[in-house]
Each structure stands twice: as C-alpha cells, then as structure tokens.
C-alpha cells in the first residue's frame, strides 16, 4: 500500500467540495485509490519530488493544486527495476492552464544537476518550430534570469546541462528527419495538430537506451478528428473506466462534462485547473476567460473556438454539423446480431473516379441500422493532396482499398458487392445517376436489382430527418469503422429558405465524404431491409406441410 500527501491532499478538495472537476478526473481519482495505492511494489521517490517542487518553486512559479497533485506520478517508480512506472503522461486542459510552463519546469529540472541520470536528454516536439520554441526560450529565459550559467550552458538550438551532459533541445513534427536518438524524455506539443502517430512512434523507438524513459503529450484539443489525440483519449478512457489493470499512460483530462456547463463560470474549473487558484495570474485567466465569453454575445461564430479552446470541448455547430462528437461515438459499437444472411440494401457513392469512392450495406435490427461499407482511394490522389487521415491503417483494417492506377474502375466496386453477396443478401443497388453510364452494365451483368436516384437534392432532403433522428437517438451502427466517422464528420448540412436539407464537404477536396453519401443513397431505401434471414425463411419453408 502505497500514498502520497500531494495526491490525497487535491483529491480531498474535490470530495469536500472545494474544487470542481470533470467525469475523466473524477474516474482518475478512483483508479488512483483502487488500482495505485494498493499496490506494495512501487514507491514514490519523495526526495527527488521534493527537489522538483523546491526547484521549480524558487526558479519558474508556485505550482498549482493540479500540478503538484501530477508531480508524485513523475517520479513513481517500480521496486523491481527502479524505472518509472508511468513512461506516458497525457495532460490535456485548456488554453493559459499552464501546460508550457509546467513543461518548461520539468524539462529544466531534467536535465539539472539535481536530477541523478546522466545524458538525460529532453527534445520537445510540436508542429511549428514557433510552438516547439515556447517551453525552450522559457527556460533559457529563466537561466539567464536566475543566473544559473554555471549549471547550464545555452545556445540558441540546445540547453545542456552541465553536470550529467544532458541536453534539452525542440524540433518539429517532420517524421522525415527524425531518427531515434539517445533521448531520456520526449515532450509532443499542440498533440491536437498530429494527424497521425508517425513522429510519436519513431522518436518513442529510441527510448530505452536511457533510464527513466519518459514521454508527455500536452494539448488542448482541435479539429483534426480520429488523429493522434483521438486516439489517445480512447486509449485513456479504457483506463479511466477500468479496464485495464496494468498500464504505464497515465491520462490527466480535463474539460467540461457537456456544453450546457458554460453558461455557469463555477464549472469553467473542469475545463481549466488554473482557475482553482487565487493567485494574480488565475485571476487575470477568469477575467480573460470571462471577456471572451461575453463577446459570444455580439459575435455567436466564435463559440465553436471559446468551447474548444477555452473549454477543451469541440462543440458540434448543430446549423452546419451533421451531428455531434458525443453522438458520432455512439456508432462505434457491436450490432449484438450475426449479419450472416441478413437482408440489406447497398449504396453507391462513385461521383469522382480520380480520388474516392465508397460503396456499403444497410441492414435493420429493430429500430437501429447497421452500416458496413468500404471505400476505394487513389494513390496518387492521396500522394499529393495529403489527406489527413489514417487512410493506409484503415487499409490494413479492410475498410479500404487503396487503387494503383489512373482512375477507380467501377468493377472494383461492383466485385465488392460480388463479394458480399455471397454472405448477405442484397434487395437493392441504389446509386447517384451521375455515373449510371459506367454501373448499370456493369449492375446487369453481375444480376443485382439496381435504382439510380435522378435527384439527389430532393433525396437528400427527404433523408434529413431519419439522419437527425438516427444520430440524436443512437439508432446507427457502424461497428469499428472510424473512416465513417472522419466522412461524418467532414460533412456539413446546409437548409434553403424553404427549410430543404443538403449535406455538403466542409472543404471541397482533402476533406471526402464519400462514405457518408453512400449511406444516404442506402438509407432512402431502407424500408426494402427485411429483419429476417435467408436461413429464417428457410425454416419457414420445412415447417410447412406440403
């Protein structure tokens, strides 16, 4: 059984009352208590927390309740081995809640003569060499400040400790040029900017050359969707609900619980620890913070930025967005029935045939829909316009194709539905006419019963309400497909005057909604969908007497 003071003292403010917090912190709390505390092979090297502590305080700024609570997990190690039992660190919360200067601090400590690994180096790296430079100048500021010249020697590129030789240096987030160093511990910066986990995995390649290996991912998050900081809340949540008994990320999240918690500043705090506190700096953040929620008054655009920057909560913008995150999530689950058999329609989407093209199956259980699609993308396309999605990992998964060649030739999508028939049985073909030249020879020859949809803005518009319908109550099922989620979520919904709805691409070429529209054409023909079987009607059959 192991403790810590720091830590029981900040979970004691939030069980008295004291200090407000979200869902994940709460969640962390009892993983602490049930999971941490009871364990009798790890122990907290209270020394070095308390020269962190002592450091930091003396050279950079008091820290607050919610980094002094975080401190005691830097520096908790395993018996067995003496290494850190935590080596990944997600600190997620809003902007001006301290999360460079907390960096800065720790970084600086790192690589001082008070901490006992030699060549320990620190490499912090973000997106622009701007944001990489922030924690940097930060602590070359404070050297110079604080006089320290004798225990660090500084460049303009690297700060090098002394002492055990360790360097702290920045670069940014180019896969390209990095190779896996000697690195002691790795800072990712703005993770919210990373597309994927390119950077992340080859600098992570070279820990374990050095004791301790550390790495910490700051952020608050963005609009990039199902890229590395997506990845890495579902990774936390696995932990924060319990699933995992043994695991080295530690996830400090903090946001609001939902976006009705802004219209009450007491519950600002979720989002932003600094505001627990009573120095001069948290009062000028509220007093920001407070500023840029009134002006949501006179400019109601903005709010998309204030929640997810200030409120570390991206919010749907219900005029435009087909639905929300929340509800977006809810899809990623399992049918609970054997699709095996099933009767379904399918959906085309093939308007372009020199980027993508998606084609899926509409099954019905009850009252929900289950959608299993694919989508077919051209090399070349995504050489050169970069699409910022993981299209090749979703490739290995079996949701795409990725094309070789000129164009998408459409026999590829029609051999799909070949494929498919053989488990599932296919009532209906229903497809955009703009390419019912190049389909429906292609449909006849292969037998499949087929419709092609002459106005798709009417079609649309019909369609709108059983999307609304479908997302707010949680009737879609799109089992693990997060491509569905990316097309989801690059879709926008724009209604005339006379309240007709249109789904449109937020961005005309990086941002494809392929998927999205094949599951419109599928959805217009749902009633087709029977909820019995081939192998039912079967039954059906041998029951009979003949």
């Not at 959608?371 to 299209?391: E, G, N, T």
């Not at 026999?411 to 070949?418: D, G, I, P």
Request: proline share 4%; net charge negative; glycine share 6%.
């Amino acid at each position: 059984m192991i403790s810590h003071p720091l830590v029981d003292e900040y979970i004691k403010l939030f069980e008295t009352g004291k200090i407000i917090v979200n869902k994940e912190r709460s969640l962390l709390f009892n993983i602490v208590k049930e999971k941490i505390y009871p364990r009798d092979d790890l122990y907290f090297d209270d020394e070095l927390i308390d020269k962190y502590i002592q450091f930091t305080e003396k050279n950079f700024f008091p820290l607050a309740k919610y980094q002094k609570f975080l401190t005691p997990f830097i520096f908790l190690f395993r018996k067995e081995d003496g290494e850190p039992q935590f080596d990944e660190f997600l600190l997620t919360l809003a902007r001006g809640g301290g999360k460079n200067g907390f960096m800065s601090s720790r970084d600086a400590f790192f690589i001082s003569p008070l901490y006992p690994i030699r060549d320990y180096d620190v490499t912090i790296t973000a997106n622009s060499e701007k944001q990489g430079k922030v924690s940097f100048e930060e602590v070359y500021e404070t050297v110079q400040r604080r006089g320290l010249e004798d225990h660090y020697y500084l460049t303009k590129m690297s700060i090098t400790g002394r002492a055990n030789n360790s360097v702290f240096s920045y670069r940014t987030n180019n896969p390209k040029t990095m190779d896996s160093a000697r690195d002691g511990c790795l800072e990712f910066d703005e993770i919210h900017q990373f597309e994927n986990d390119s950077a992340v995995k080859i600098q992570r390649s070279g820990l374990g050359k050095i004791a301790h290996a550390r790495t910490f991912y700051n952020g608050t998050n963005g609009r990039v969707r199902e890229g590395f900081y997506d990845k890495m809340i579902e990774k936390s949540m696995k932990i924060l609900n319990g699933e995992l008994d043994d695991f080295r990320l530690f996830p400090f999240i903090c946001k609001l619980d939902n976006p009705e918690e802004v219209d009450d500043m007491k519950n600002w705090a979720k989002a932003n620890p600094m505001l627990d506190e009573t120095t001069p700096y948290a009062k000028r953040l509220l007093a920001r913070t407070k500023a840029d929620y009134d002006d949501l008054v006179l400019e109601p655009s903005g709010r998309q930025e204030f929640m997810t920057k200030r409120m570390n909560l991206p919010e749907a913008d219900l005029e435009k967005d087909v639905t929300t995150r929340e509800k977006l999530m809810a899809t990623l689950r399992d049918p609970g029935i054997d699709l095996l058999g099933r009767s379904c329609v399918a959906g085309f989407d093939y308007a372009s045939i020199r980027d993508f093209a998606s084609v899926g199956l509409l099954f019905k259980n009850g009252d929900e829909f289950i959608w299993k699609q694919h989508s077919f993308a051209r090399k070349q396309f995504l050489d050169v316009f970069k699409i910022k999605a993981p299209i090749k990992e979703w490739e290995k998964q079996g949701l795409f194709t990725i094309v070789d060649g000129p164009s998408i030739d459409p026999r590829m999508l029609v051999a799909k539905l070949v494929e498919w028939s053989k488990l599932y049985n296919i009532e209906l073909v229903c497809a955009d006419s703009f390419r019912m030249d190049l389909l429906k020879p292609l449909l006849e020859e292969a037998g499949f019963v087929f419709e092609f949809l002459r106005n798709p803005g009417a079609i649309q518009s019909k369609v709108a309400p059983i999307i609304e319908d479908g997302f707010a109550n949680e009737r879609f099922i799109f089992e693990n497909d997060k491509s569905m989620l990316w097309y989801t979520d690059n879709t926008f919904v724009k209604e005339d005057k006379d309240g007709n709805k249109r789904f449109l691409k937020k961005e005309p070429v990086r941002r494809k909604t392929d998927g999205f529209h094949a599951f419109i054409a599928a959805l217009y023909k749902r009633e087709i969908v029977q909820e019995s079987t081939v192998g039912d009607f079967l039954d059906v059959i041998e029951d009979w007497d003949f």
